[in-house]
């Protein structure tokens, strides 16, 4: 369960600012138009994480949110587990790149919305009880989301996610905003929890390192609009050091080469 | 406990320690002085302009005779028949129209359009439809309350962030869980805003019905009481009226500092 096929899919967005300079008829036909993806082919087996790169504004999160079913594509099409995607589902759960975790509801009853179709009292208490403690959120279980830290916001909606128990997890940049040794820990939380559930999960980063240390698998996009450049197997143990995996390491250079930069430290 | 810690932090971070009430007391006291040392030198007769000790005599009477509290009452009950009306048919209007831009569009000129009405150039009209008693008082609150609620709801729901609507998608909640869990909870703190600032606007139309539409009600107290000249009864009333409005929005802000507002109080702070 959770064998994504994207089958050929590009988008295109209304242009209003170029319309709006330009007026109709002059310019060129598609003056109106903003292509953001353009033919994506991407397969992603049963339980592979995989890492999504990019340069930013290149139309990472809107692939991901048509792998979700918030947005359609303009062509082409999306299935899971040989069904169509057509609308968000409870099977593929999103976390979002800005906090997602309602404001009003405790940390407990964030979670729960996971299981709240459970008919069991009992049991549904203990598989949020269950999720609070593999994200290490005991005693924090009656606090709102503002009285939480980042890291602890994004972990909470990390248990929400995974209480719902779905067969794909797409995370949208879950280590954006956090500091430098957050980030560590969550990344190490991320790659744990997937060991752990062994669920397919998508990533996208900005971070070429995590994507490295993470992924089961590397997806480089091109600028806007998006073509797959680089779509890689990575079959390195973990925990993986690139001080002690040199090819891992030439792989690094490679893509910071690829992504325009030289001298990558 | 937690909650316990966490309202008792909130009320001191508000500056709840008893010292406002010590300076409202003493500004009232001033403003008692200074009316009765006008009222003293002013030269006016005591039927034109009373001073504290005969108006608060007066209002004893009216107290004792039951006068004040029937009066008081009547316009109680409709404000509260006529806010509730309002609330009823106002929030959900507010939260359709928050949630289909097109029906908003549609009809947000005709709200916006007779919002600026004051409730009173109503009263011909309401009359005419309702006669004289509750019925056009009751009718006159309720326009006063209703538009400023619709609009508030619409603005507020309209802003909800739109991740939320996608997280409910994400978990596939349905249309009543989308009301209850996002719609409802989102815009609690600031309906009870609006609620506080048309329950202002609601209680002075009350007393300005009741001059003219009814023969009862706090309103109606103050105009019989001009044409008996008693000023002094017209001053009990004033008072009264004033108290009254004090303790409603006093009961609006408590309502405001629930803690099922607080995640609000939170984000709008910096
Ligand atoms: N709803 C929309 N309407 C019009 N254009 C959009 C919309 N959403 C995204 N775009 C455009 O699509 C392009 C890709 O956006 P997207 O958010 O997918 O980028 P991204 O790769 O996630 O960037 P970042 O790394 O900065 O998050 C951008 O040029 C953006 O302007
Ligand atoms: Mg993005």
């Known amino acids: 369960m959770g064998h994504i096929l994207v089958d050929s899919i590009s988008k295109e967005y209304p242009n209003r600012r170029k319309q709006a300079r330009w007026g109709n008829g002059s310019g060129s036909p598609s003056s109106g138009i903003l292509p953001v993806l353009s033919n994506i082919n991407l397969e992603v087996g049963d339980g592979e994480m995989v890492c999504i790169l990019g340069p930013s504004g290149c139309g990472k999160s809107t692939l991901l949110r048509i792998i979700a079913g918030f947005e359609t594509p303009t062509t082409g099409s999306v299935l899971i587990d040989g069904q169509l995607v057509v609308r968000p589902s409870s099977d593929n759960i999103f976390v979002f790149q800005s906090n997602g975790l309602l404001p009003w509801m405790t940390v407990w009853e964030n979670v729960e919305l996971g299981v709240r179709k459970l008919p069991d009292l009992r049991s549904r208490e203990r598989k949020v009880a269950e999720q609070i403690e593999i994200v290490e959120l005991e005693g924090f279980e009656h606090h709102y989301p503002y009285q939480l830290s980042g890291g602890m916001q994004r972990r909470a909606e990390l248990a929400r996610a995974l209480a719902i128990n779905p067969n794909v997890m797409i995370m949208d940049e879950p280590f954006s905003g956090l500091d430098f040794l957050t980030h560590m820990k969550m990344r190490e939380e991320v790659v744990n929890m997937h060991i752990f559930t062994g669920k397919t999960t998508l990533v996208v980063t900005h971070d070429i390192d995590d994507a490295l240390i993470m992924g089961d698998r590397i997806v480089v996009l091109g600028v806007c609009p998006a073509q797959v450049r680089l779509n890689l197997r990575l079959d390195f143990p973990r925990p993986r050091d690139f001080q002690k995996l040199p090819e891992l390491n030439k792989l690094r250079q490679q893509i910071f080469l690829m992504q325009g930069v030289t001298y990558a430290v | ?270």
């Open chain 2, 1 to 270: 406990m937690p909650s316990d810690y966490r309202r008792i932090r909130y009320l001191t971070r508000r500056g709840f320690n008893g010292k406002p009430l010590v300076w409202a007391g003493i500004s009232f006291a001033g403003m008692l002085i200074t009316w009765d040392l006008l009222a003293r030198f002013s030269g006016w007769s005591a039927q034109v302009f009373p001073g504290p000790i005969p108006v608060f005599v007066s209002m004893g009477e009216l107290i004792a005779d039951g006068t004040l509290l029937r009066h008081t009452v009547a316009s109680l009950f409709r404000i509260t028949v006529g806010f509730y009306l309002a609330v009823l048919l106002g929030l959900p209007l507010g939260i359709f129209l928050g949630r289909h831009k097109t029906f908003n569009d549609l009809f947000n000129p005709i709200v916006q359009f007779l919002k600026p009405i004051s409730p009173i150039a109503w009263i011909p009209l309401a009359m005419l439809w309702f006669g004289i008693g509750d019925k056009p008082a009751i009718f006159l609150i309720f326009l006063s309350s209703f538009f400023p609620l619709v609009v508030s709801t619409a603005i507020s729901v309209s802003s909800i962030n739109p991740v939320f609507f996608q997280v409910a998608a994400n978990f596939n909640f349905s249309r009543l869980e989308i009301i209850s869990k996002i719609i409802i909870p989102a815009i609690t703190p600031a309906t009870i805003t609006a609620f506080r600032i048309s329950l202002a606007i609601a209680w002075l139309v009350v007393v300005a019905a009741e001059m003219i539409a009814v023969p009862s009600g706090l309103g109606y107290l103050i105009l019989d009481s001009r044409n008996a000249l008693r000023m002094d009864y017209v001053m009990a009333g004033m008072i009264v009226i004033g108290v009254i409005g004090l303790l409603l929005d006093f009961i609006m802000r408590r309502l405001g500092q629930l803690e099922s507002t607080c995640w609000y109080h939170f984000e709008h702070r910096q």
